[in-house]
Protein backbone atom coordinates (compact mmCIF):
# COMPACT_ATOMS: atom_id res chain seq x y z
CA UNK A 1 0.00 0.00 0.00
CA UNK A 2 1.28 3.53 -0.70
CA UNK A 3 2.78 5.53 2.16
CA UNK A 4 3.21 9.21 2.22
CA UNK A 5 6.82 10.64 3.90
CA UNK A 6 9.33 13.17 3.11
CA UNK A 7 12.82 12.13 1.41
CA UNK A 8 15.80 13.28 2.18
CA UNK A 9 18.55 13.49 -0.82
CA UNK A 10 21.81 11.60 0.40
CA UNK A 11 23.77 11.78 -2.86
CA UNK A 12 23.44 12.24 -6.29
CA UNK A 13 25.55 11.94 -9.31
CA UNK A 14 25.35 12.67 -13.06
CA UNK A 15 24.57 9.30 -14.82
CA UNK A 16 24.62 11.75 -18.30
CA UNK A 17 24.73 15.07 -19.48
CA UNK A 18 21.19 15.96 -18.59
CA UNK A 19 20.46 12.40 -16.27
CA UNK A 20 20.76 12.71 -12.11
CA UNK A 21 20.95 9.56 -10.56
CA UNK A 22 19.67 10.37 -7.05
CA UNK A 23 19.84 8.06 -3.99
CA UNK A 24 17.20 9.11 -1.71
CA UNK A 25 16.45 8.11 2.29
CA UNK A 26 13.19 8.59 4.24
CA UNK A 27 13.60 11.48 6.85
CA UNK A 28 11.65 9.53 8.96
CA UNK A 29 14.14 6.96 8.88
CA UNK A 30 11.91 3.93 8.17
CA UNK A 31 12.62 1.40 5.44
CA UNK A 32 11.29 1.65 2.02
CA UNK A 33 9.28 -1.45 0.95
CA UNK A 34 8.70 -2.27 -2.70
CA UNK A 35 8.60 -4.85 -5.43
CA UNK A 36 11.07 -4.29 -8.15
CA UNK A 37 9.45 -2.36 -11.23
CA UNK A 38 7.72 0.21 -8.81
CA UNK A 39 7.76 3.98 -9.04
CA UNK A 40 7.06 6.79 -6.28
CA UNK A 41 5.64 9.60 -6.69
CA UNK A 42 7.19 13.36 -5.99
CA UNK A 43 4.81 15.95 -4.83
CA UNK A 44 5.31 19.75 -5.09
CA UNK A 45 3.57 22.93 -6.15
CA UNK A 46 3.75 24.91 -9.09
CA UNK A 47 4.53 28.70 -8.89
CA UNK A 48 0.77 30.03 -8.36
CA UNK A 49 0.23 27.16 -5.61
CA UNK A 50 -1.61 23.80 -7.34
CA UNK A 51 -0.41 20.99 -6.44
CA UNK A 52 1.10 18.14 -8.48
CA UNK A 53 3.06 15.21 -8.58
CA UNK A 54 5.59 13.22 -10.86
CA UNK A 55 6.45 9.39 -11.36
CA UNK A 56 9.99 7.91 -11.18
CA UNK A 57 10.51 4.20 -11.36
CA UNK A 58 12.83 3.15 -8.20
CA UNK A 59 16.22 2.03 -9.25
CA UNK A 60 17.49 0.64 -6.45
CA UNK A 61 19.23 -2.89 -6.81
CA UNK A 62 17.47 -4.45 -4.33
CA UNK A 63 17.72 -8.03 -3.16
CA UNK A 64 13.95 -7.64 -1.81
CA UNK A 65 12.10 -6.43 1.24
CA UNK A 66 12.74 -3.48 2.23
CA UNK A 67 15.72 -0.86 1.35
CA UNK A 68 17.03 2.46 3.13
CA UNK A 69 17.86 4.03 0.07
CA UNK A 70 15.82 4.86 -2.83
CA UNK A 71 17.43 5.60 -6.17
CA UNK A 72 16.11 7.14 -9.15
CA UNK A 73 17.38 8.47 -12.37
CA UNK A 74 15.78 11.83 -13.61
CA UNK A 75 16.34 12.82 -16.75
CA UNK A 76 16.15 16.21 -17.40
CA UNK A 77 13.74 18.22 -19.55
CA UNK A 78 13.82 21.72 -20.61
CA UNK A 79 11.17 23.32 -19.04
CA UNK A 80 9.68 21.25 -17.03
CA UNK A 81 8.80 21.68 -13.34
CA UNK A 82 10.10 18.48 -11.45
CA UNK A 83 13.08 18.98 -13.39
CA UNK A 84 13.37 22.11 -11.85
CA UNK A 85 13.20 20.81 -8.26
CA UNK A 86 15.23 18.28 -8.75
CA UNK A 87 17.73 19.62 -10.30
CA UNK A 88 18.04 22.46 -8.21
CA UNK A 89 18.06 19.92 -4.79
CA UNK A 90 21.51 19.74 -2.98
CA UNK A 91 22.26 17.03 -1.00
CA UNK A 92 20.21 16.96 2.48
CA UNK A 93 17.65 18.91 0.97
CA UNK A 94 14.37 16.69 1.11
CA UNK A 95 11.32 16.82 -0.71
CA UNK A 96 7.42 15.03 -0.22
CA UNK A 97 7.32 11.74 -1.85
CA UNK A 98 4.53 8.93 -1.89
CA UNK A 99 4.29 4.79 -2.97
CA UNK A 100 5.14 2.36 -3.96
CA UNK A 101 3.18 2.24 -7.20
CA UNK A 102 2.58 0.09 -9.89
CA UNK A 103 1.94 -3.42 -11.29
CA UNK A 104 5.18 -3.68 -13.88
CA UNK A 105 6.86 -6.28 -11.79
CA UNK A 106 7.67 -9.37 -12.55
CA UNK A 107 5.34 -11.77 -11.65
CA UNK A 108 5.84 -15.43 -9.88
CA UNK A 109 3.36 -17.30 -11.53
CA UNK A 110 5.12 -17.38 -15.07
CA UNK A 111 6.26 -19.97 -17.00
CA UNK A 112 7.68 -18.10 -19.95
CA UNK A 113 11.39 -19.35 -21.24
CA UNK A 114 12.39 -16.01 -22.31
CA UNK A 115 11.95 -12.65 -20.76
CA UNK A 116 12.38 -9.51 -23.52
CA UNK A 117 13.00 -6.30 -21.09
CA UNK A 118 12.75 -3.52 -23.34
CA UNK A 119 13.88 0.24 -22.92
CA UNK A 120 14.67 3.57 -23.59
CA UNK A 121 16.68 6.41 -21.43
CA UNK A 122 15.67 6.25 -18.07
CA UNK A 123 13.27 3.59 -18.68
CA UNK A 124 16.11 0.85 -18.00
CA UNK A 125 15.52 1.76 -14.29
CA UNK A 126 12.94 -1.14 -13.43
CA UNK A 127 15.17 -3.26 -14.71
CA UNK A 128 18.12 -2.30 -12.66
CA UNK A 129 15.94 -2.98 -9.90
CA UNK A 130 14.89 -6.32 -11.34
CA UNK A 131 18.43 -7.63 -11.31
CA UNK A 132 19.00 -9.82 -8.19
CA UNK A 133 15.31 -10.97 -8.86
CA UNK A 134 16.40 -11.54 -12.50
CA UNK A 135 19.40 -13.34 -11.27
CA UNK A 136 16.89 -16.14 -9.09
CA UNK A 137 14.58 -16.80 -11.82
CA UNK A 138 17.46 -17.63 -14.10
CA UNK A 139 18.45 -19.98 -11.36
CA UNK A 140 15.15 -21.27 -10.46
CA UNK A 141 13.95 -21.39 -14.17
CA UNK A 142 16.83 -21.65 -16.29
CA UNK A 143 15.43 -18.76 -18.60
CA UNK A 144 16.74 -16.35 -21.02
CA UNK A 145 16.87 -13.00 -20.39
CA UNK A 146 17.36 -10.10 -23.29
CA UNK A 147 17.89 -6.66 -22.44
CA UNK A 148 17.45 -4.30 -25.19
CA UNK A 149 18.16 -0.35 -24.78
CA UNK A 150 17.87 2.29 -26.74
CA UNK A 151 20.30 5.04 -26.13
CA UNK A 152 21.58 8.19 -28.62
CA UNK A 153 24.77 7.43 -27.41
CA UNK A 154 27.13 5.91 -25.27
CA UNK A 155 27.56 8.84 -23.20
CA UNK A 156 23.50 8.14 -22.32
CA UNK A 157 23.48 4.60 -22.04
CA UNK A 158 22.31 4.50 -17.82
CA UNK A 159 23.67 1.71 -15.88
CA UNK A 160 25.04 0.50 -18.86
CA UNK A 161 28.42 -0.99 -16.94
CA UNK A 162 26.54 -2.20 -14.43
CA UNK A 163 24.44 -4.18 -16.98
CA UNK A 164 27.56 -5.04 -18.77
CA UNK A 165 28.86 -6.47 -15.67
CA UNK A 166 25.98 -8.31 -14.92
CA UNK A 167 25.82 -10.15 -18.33
CA UNK A 168 29.57 -11.04 -18.30
CA UNK A 169 28.25 -13.08 -14.57
CA UNK A 170 25.17 -14.61 -15.72
CA UNK A 171 25.84 -16.08 -19.53
CA UNK A 172 21.89 -16.22 -19.56
CA UNK A 173 21.36 -12.56 -19.83
CA UNK A 174 22.07 -10.66 -22.75
CA UNK A 175 22.35 -6.78 -22.86
CA UNK A 176 21.96 -5.66 -25.94
CA UNK A 177 22.47 -2.01 -26.16
CA UNK A 178 20.85 0.17 -29.41
CA UNK A 179 22.78 3.38 -30.17
CA UNK A 180 20.37 5.52 -32.19
CA UNK A 181 23.06 8.40 -33.30
CA UNK A 182 25.98 6.25 -34.15
CA UNK A 183 28.61 3.53 -32.45
CA UNK A 184 30.27 4.33 -29.86
CA UNK A 185 34.67 4.81 -30.37
CA UNK A 186 35.37 1.65 -29.14
CA UNK A 187 32.03 -0.69 -30.29
CA UNK A 188 31.43 -3.82 -28.43
CA UNK A 189 30.14 -7.23 -29.58
CA UNK A 190 26.57 -6.45 -28.52
CA UNK A 191 26.45 -3.04 -29.80
CA UNK A 192 23.86 -2.40 -32.57
CA UNK A 193 22.72 0.98 -34.52
CA UNK A 194 19.40 2.25 -34.68
CA UNK A 195 16.41 2.00 -32.44
CA UNK A 196 14.87 -0.61 -30.52
CA UNK A 197 12.50 -1.54 -32.59
CA UNK A 198 14.47 -2.29 -35.32
CA UNK A 199 17.07 -4.05 -33.90
CA UNK A 200 13.75 -6.26 -32.18
CA UNK A 201 13.30 -9.13 -34.83
CA UNK A 202 17.17 -10.08 -34.48
CA UNK A 203 16.13 -11.54 -30.91
CA UNK A 204 13.24 -13.61 -32.95
CA UNK A 205 9.94 -12.69 -30.57
CA UNK A 206 8.72 -15.91 -29.78
CA UNK A 207 4.76 -16.55 -28.92
CA UNK A 208 5.07 -19.45 -26.81
CA UNK A 209 8.26 -18.80 -24.75
CA UNK A 210 8.42 -14.99 -24.30
CA UNK A 211 7.30 -12.47 -21.90
CA UNK A 212 7.97 -8.86 -23.01
CA UNK A 213 8.48 -5.50 -20.78
CA UNK A 214 8.51 -2.24 -22.20
CA UNK A 215 9.41 1.08 -20.42
CA UNK A 216 10.41 4.37 -21.13
CA UNK A 217 9.32 6.64 -24.38
CA UNK A 218 5.38 6.74 -24.79
CA UNK A 219 6.23 6.44 -28.53
CA UNK A 220 8.87 3.27 -28.37
CA UNK A 221 6.35 1.19 -26.24
CA UNK A 222 3.56 1.94 -28.47
CA UNK A 223 5.91 0.72 -31.49
CA UNK A 224 6.94 -2.15 -29.71
CA UNK A 225 3.62 -3.42 -28.44
CA UNK A 226 2.23 -3.18 -32.10
CA UNK A 227 5.49 -5.39 -33.13
CA UNK A 228 5.39 -7.63 -30.50
CA UNK A 229 1.19 -8.05 -31.15
CA UNK A 230 2.32 -8.72 -34.74
CA UNK A 231 4.65 -11.53 -34.16
CA UNK A 232 2.13 -13.27 -32.27
CA UNK A 233 2.95 -12.64 -28.17
CA UNK A 234 -0.49 -12.71 -26.07
CA UNK A 235 -1.30 -9.14 -24.97
CA UNK A 236 -0.98 -10.01 -21.58
CA UNK A 237 2.35 -11.46 -22.06
CA UNK A 238 3.93 -7.11 -23.64
CA UNK A 239 3.89 -5.63 -20.31
CA UNK A 240 4.00 -1.79 -20.55
CA UNK A 241 5.22 1.44 -18.27
CA UNK A 242 4.75 4.71 -20.40
CA UNK A 243 6.60 7.96 -19.10
CA UNK A 244 4.04 10.72 -20.18
CA UNK A 245 4.26 13.43 -18.01
CA UNK A 246 1.28 13.61 -15.75
CA UNK A 247 0.11 17.39 -14.99
C1 LIG B 1 5.08 5.46 -14.21
C2 LIG B 1 6.07 6.53 -14.62
C3 LIG B 1 7.41 6.40 -14.28
C4 LIG B 1 8.32 7.37 -14.66
N1 LIG B 1 9.63 7.20 -14.33
C5 LIG B 1 10.53 8.13 -14.69
C6 LIG B 1 11.92 7.96 -14.37
O1 LIG B 1 12.32 6.96 -13.74
N2 LIG B 1 12.78 8.94 -14.74
C7 LIG B 1 12.37 10.06 -15.43
O2 LIG B 1 13.20 10.90 -15.76
N3 LIG B 1 11.07 10.24 -15.75
C8 LIG B 1 10.14 9.31 -15.39
N4 LIG B 1 8.83 9.50 -15.70
C9 LIG B 1 8.43 10.80 -16.30
C10 LIG B 1 8.35 11.82 -15.16
O3 LIG B 1 7.26 11.49 -14.30
C11 LIG B 1 8.12 13.26 -15.66
O4 LIG B 1 7.08 13.25 -16.59
C12 LIG B 1 9.35 13.87 -16.29
O5 LIG B 1 10.41 13.90 -15.34
C13 LIG B 1 9.09 15.30 -16.77
O6 LIG B 1 8.59 16.05 -15.70
P1 LIG B 1 8.83 17.62 -15.60
O7 LIG B 1 7.92 18.12 -14.52
O8 LIG B 1 10.28 17.95 -15.51
O9 LIG B 1 8.31 18.15 -17.00
P2 LIG B 1 6.83 18.73 -17.31
O10 LIG B 1 6.66 20.05 -16.59
O11 LIG B 1 5.84 17.67 -17.01
O12 LIG B 1 6.93 18.92 -18.87
C14 LIG B 1 7.58 20.07 -19.47
C15 LIG B 1 7.45 19.99 -20.98
O13 LIG B 1 8.25 18.91 -21.48
C16 LIG B 1 7.44 17.94 -22.15
N5 LIG B 1 7.95 16.65 -21.72
C17 LIG B 1 7.65 15.97 -20.59
N6 LIG B 1 8.35 14.82 -20.51
C18 LIG B 1 9.13 14.78 -21.61
C19 LIG B 1 10.08 13.85 -22.11
N7 LIG B 1 10.37 12.72 -21.46
N8 LIG B 1 10.71 14.15 -23.28
C20 LIG B 1 10.44 15.28 -23.95
N9 LIG B 1 9.53 16.20 -23.54
C21 LIG B 1 8.88 15.96 -22.39
C22 LIG B 1 6.02 18.20 -21.67
O14 LIG B 1 5.06 17.80 -22.65
C23 LIG B 1 6.03 19.70 -21.46
O15 LIG B 1 5.82 20.37 -22.66
C24 LIG B 1 7.89 8.53 -15.37
C25 LIG B 1 6.53 8.66 -15.71
C26 LIG B 1 5.63 7.67 -15.35
C27 LIG B 1 4.18 7.84 -15.72
Redesign the pocket.
Given at each position: MADHFSLRLAHSRMLAPAVRHMAFERADGQPFAFLPGQ?VQIHFHYADGKPTK????VATVADGGAVRRIE????Y???????ALLSALSEGGTVEASGPY?RFILMDGDANRRYLLIATG?GV?PYRAMLPQLAATIERRGIEVALLYGARSEAELLYGEEFEAFARIQPRFRFVPCLSRGARALPRPQDRLGHVQTVLPELAPDPAGDIAYLCGNPDMVDQTFEALKQAGLPIPHIRR???????
Amino acid sequence: MADHFSLRLAHSRMLAPAVRHMAFERADGQPFAFLPGQFVQIHFHYADGKPTKRSYSVATVADGGAVRRIEIAVSYVDGGAATALLSALSEGGTVEASGPYGRFILMDGDANRRYLLIATGTGVTPYRAMLPQLAATIERRGIEVALLYGARSEAELLYGEEFEAFARIQPRFRFVPCLSRGARALPRPQDRLGHVQTVLPELAPDPAGDIAYLCGNPDMVDQTFEALKQAGLPIPHIRREKYVSSR
